[in-house]
């Protein structure tokens, strides 16, 4: 029988409501399909910062190094320790230390989620560089607290960063409808950005059989809410993709179903899953927070370990659930109460 060895992170916030609601339906998602889960628990969070002085232990990229996977419920307690502090203590330098420059959240309407779009049939999957480009934090302040303080953060791209995830983008699209929208603001930003669409123009040659579209960022963010249907795969740097899936994110519902993967994808280090919604301290604790992001995020874990037909059991679960009305608008159910459907629907 087949073993992962998954490394938990709950976090912060309702991220260890969702992450507790997740690994019960990957517990009897494994039981169903006989494979077997060994996680371990690491309380890596704001809280932890307070009594170490650290987001995470000095070995903890060693540490999660021999894991098959890493699931993540939320990092953030902004009133405590600034998001400045915990983001680059614990999820960015996990991104990038394992090579983790794909990111990956699918966009569609689960069963009778209405989202506030007069589109009900859109399936986006959004692709975000996930390692350098405006995140790369290259830069610095000098002569802080005076008049002349002058702050810069520079926006990284290589070329090899921009073509493996522009690479990584159009195998996906094969893989679907044959359609990448590639998407920059080379009309403004005349250095990086026309860089990347270069360099997109370069890659299309080799796949003739994807159609490409290539999308300003204020254009895309139109189109996403006007035409959502018309788009496939979208392939975003680390700034214009995390905004671009916040808003892919409304149209599908809320923050309370979108998902996401931190992909290696030559599976050199493990990958990483987690939901896009944050840690939302004001809900922490009360069984209100919806888990179907992080449940979904789970199923791509499954996806990705090569379970595929686990994953697939999993989402259909969690489509059963919305089918019957179990969270499909917030507060209508319980963080127990989705959970429970969803299990009831996998162990039938």
């Known amino acids: 029988m087949k073993n992962y060895a998954l490394a ?13 609601a997740a690994m019960k339906v990957l517990n009897t998602v494994a039981s169903r399909f006989g494979f077997g889960l060994s996680p ?21 990229i060693e540490t999660l190094r021999g894991f098959d996977a890493i699931l993540l419920g939320a990092v953030g307690w902004p009133k405590t320790v600034p998001d400045s502090v915990s983001l680059h203590g614990l999820l960015l330098p996990i991104r990038k230390a394992f090579n983790q420059y794909a990111n990956i959240r699918p966009h569609r309407l689960l069963d009778r989620v209405e989202g506030p779009l007069k589109a009900s049939a859109f399936d986006i999957l959004c692709i ?13 302040r000098v002569h802080q607290g005076k008049s002349n303080e002058v702050a810069i953060e520079t926006t990284i791209f290589t070329r090899e960063g921009v073509e493996r995830i522009l690479r990584f983008g159009f195998e996906q699209a094969r893989k679907r409808r044959k359609h990448l929208t590639s998407v920059t603001k080379s009309n403004a930003q005349k250095h990086a950005m026309v860089f990347w669409d270069d360099v997109t123009r370069e890659l299309a040659a080799e796949y003739d059989d994807v159609t490409v579209s290539q999308m300003h960022i204020d254009a895309m963010a139109a189109k996403m809410v006007m035409a959502p249907e018309q788009l496939d795969v979208v392939v975003a740097s680390n700034l214009f993709g995390d905004i671009l899936t916040d808003l892919g994110a409304a149209i599908q519902g809320g923050l309370g179903f979108a998902a996401s993967a931190n992909i290696n994808p030559d599976r050199s280090s493990p990958s990483m899953f987690e939901p896009v919604h944050g840690s939302a301290p004001d809900i922490a604790g009360q069984n209100i927070a919806n888990p179907i ?10 996806d990705h370990l090569g379970e595929a037909e686990a994953a697939k059991a999993v989402l259909a679960a969690i489509e059963d659930a919305t089918r019957q009305g179990v969270g499909i608008r917030p507060g209508s159910h319980t963080t127990d109460e989705i959970t429970a459907k969803i299990l009831g629907v996998l162990e039938n």
């Open 8 to 20: 938990v992170i709950p976090g912060d916030g309702i991220g260890v409501d969702v992450t507790d």
């Open 40 to 60: 371990q628990t690491f309380p890596w969070s704001c809280e932890y910062y307070h009594e170490t002085g650290a987001m995470m232990p000095e070995d903890g």
């Open 128 to 140: 975000r560089e996930n390692t350098e480009g405006e995140y790369s934090g290259a830069g610095g």
């Open 293 to 302: 992001a992080a449940i979904w995020s789970a199923a791509m874990m499954l």
